[in-house]
């Protein structure tokens, strides 16, 4: 074996940040606040402050491999905390402020964070935590008025250091960076450790063409919260190349996203598929059209986003969805939908079917499906279980116990994600393994029939789970909320899935409800709708 002659650059996050230092400080960087203003600084600005936070860091005590946790929005602090803590060595952890308490006390426990930086509106939350974690020191951004006893202030702590003295630290790309904890469906949350190498290579490839495109010409504007998988990598890429960034804060209704959208002229941005129902419906009541000109792309992805939103968004707004699939494990981006060569003068339809795919694995990534008699043909019919391997993808999860039954003997992790795969490579989830529902022996999507329901003009959300049933095993049950003003019945529902799905797909019952209970991350609670469904059936 004779090795190459090439210098063994490492891939950190603090590289990112010197590129960024080196090349655009005079882009911007936008964060609404809380009170709704708009913060506006410079990357000149952002660098300077994430090195005073590094300083900061280390003047506090952390040590190379310490754990530091953020209870923060998106905005300019928690942006200086990506870049901050991994230049400090540290290990950044965004806890999901959306998780219910007793697992935010467990993951803080599991990870063992030292210090916390909170956001002041947050505070509240942080008293129901503060008697049951054991953070040495809890420092307050955005503070408008004094911290209470006890806290640091964010600000304060940065004044007192001296930007020049700061160094760009030399060390290993295997090092952990930054970490998130799973929502924990099933189980406890378990925790996934990102190397600086695997951000950095998952930073290259949202730059793709090949897969979002993502350009120093964006302006680009993560919906989707730094607290849940660092905001699927865009506040990294957006430093690694430049772009524009506009952060909402804690403000995510309908309205004032797009108020941001039109105002920052927002070329680019992400979330999970409800953000953009809300928006879509907004949009088509709105009486005056809103300037969404500059907007390229959405890029949706989380849960699946229904094929009725992508054409309504296309179709009527001329905005363009690129839906892309990914998990906590996958540091986030696995696979992403766009139109293969092959299909550019197929009709619409046909179009439309195969973008709202969860698309083809990123270079890097390399995805297949396994049933109970192995790998299964990639025919777009065979489903099987969803196993990846590459170079953002997780080995195991941090100090846990539950390992084996998620990555195979040959180095694959198992995703839980039950899928179909085509023959040019495009991945189609139809559930997760617990949520698909079995019928005599056959299985039924419940994505795909949620997907169809929600292309009735009269349904805004549908969620369809398993209820038991004693002749065929389980059965689908359709949960929907209608649209305001809108009605159906159940037959006028099943006659419309009818035109696409065999009979014995068709749900059984159908309850109307007035909201889907949501995940943490904005995706449908189907463990709370079985419950119920379970409970009233005792009853
Ligand atoms: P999380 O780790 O919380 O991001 O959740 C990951 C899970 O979300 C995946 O295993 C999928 O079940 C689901 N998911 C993510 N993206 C999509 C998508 N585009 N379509 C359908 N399900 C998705």
Not at 447 to 468: G, K
Request: negative net charge.
């Amino acid at each position: 074996m004779v090795d190459g002659l090439i210098m063994d650059y490492q891939l950190t996050v603090p590289s990112l940040m010197r590129r960024a230092e080196q090349l655009y400080g005079s882009r911007e960087v936008v964060s609404r606040l809380p009170d709704k203003s708009l913060h506006r600084y410079r990357m000149a600005d952002f660098v300077r402050r994430s090195k005073q936070l590094t300083l900061a860091l280390r003047r506090l005590g952390i040590r190379s491999g310490d754990r530091v946790a953020t209870l923060a929005w998106n905005h300019y602090g928690h942006l200086e905390a990506y870049f901050g803590v991994p230049s400090a060595e540290a290990v950044l952890h965004t806890i999901n402020l959306r998780l219910p308490v007793d697992d935010i006390v467990y993951i803080a426990d599991h990870a063992e964070d030292r210090i916390l930086l909170i956001d002041e509106v947050l505070l509240p939350l942080f008293q129901q935590i503060r008697s049951r974690t054991h953070f040495e020191h809890v420092v307050v951004m955005q503070a408008t008025k004094p911290v209470p006893d006890g806290m640091l202030d964010y600000e304060e702590l940065l004044a007192a250091e001296d930007p020049a003295a700061f160094a760009y630290p030399e060390f290993g790309e295997r090092t952990a960076a930054a970490m998130s904890y799973t929502s924990g469906t099933t189980g406890r949350p378990k925790g996934v450790l990102y190397s600086h190498r695997a951000i950095v290579l998952h930073s290259l490839g949202i730059g793709l063409a090949e897969s979002v495109a993502l350009s120093g010409h964006d302006v680009a504007m993560p919906v989707v919260p730094m607290f849940h998988v660092n905001a699927w990598g865009l506040p990294f890429a957006c430093v690694m190349i430049g772009a524009k960034l506009v952060l909402p804060g804690p403000h995510l209704d309908p309205q004032s996203l797009i108020d941001l959208l039109v105002r920052e002229r927002v070329t680019f941005t992400a979330g999970v598929p409800t953000i953009w129902l809300g928006i879509l419906q907004a949009l088509d009541k709105a009486a005056e059209r809103p300037d969404l000109s500059a907007l390229h792309t959405m890029l949706v992805g989380g849960a699946a986003a229904p094929p009725a939103m992508i054409a309504g968004f296309e179709q009527r707004h001329g905005l363009r969805v690129v839906h892309a699939w990914g998990m906590t494990e996958t540091t986030p981006l696995g696979t992403v939908s766009n139109l293969p060569l092959e299909l550019e003068g197929a009709s619409p339809e046909e179009q439309l079917r195969s973008r709202s795919r969860q698309g083809i694995p990123m270079p890097l990534v390399e995805v297949r499906a396994r049933g109970e008699n192995g790998s299964v043909p990639w025919d777009g019919k065979t489903p099987g279980e969803l196993e990846l391997r590459g170079a953002w993808v997780a080995s195991s999860y941090y100090r846990s116990d539950e390992q084996a039954d998620r990555f195979t003997e040959d180095g694959w992790f198992r995703t839980g994600d039950i899928v179909t795969i085509d023959p040019t490579g495009s991945v189609q989830i139809q559930d997760r393994i617990k949520d698909v529902i079995k019928s005599g022996g056959e299985w039924i999507s419940s994505v795909l029939l949620e997907n169809a329901l929600m292309a009735h003009p009269a349904v805004a959300e549908a969620a369809v789970i398993a209820v038991p049933d004693p002749k065929w095993q389980e059965r689908p049950l359709a949960c929907v909320v209608l649209r305001e003003g809108q009605s159906a019945t159940p037959d006028e529902l099943r006659e419309f899935l009818a035109r696409d799905f065999p009979k014995w797909w068709l749900p059984d019952a159908f309850a109307f409800l007035d909201q889907i209970p949501k995940t943490s991350a904005g995706k449908f609670l189907k463990s709370a709708l079985r419950k119920q469904f379970a409970t009233e059936k005792e009853l």
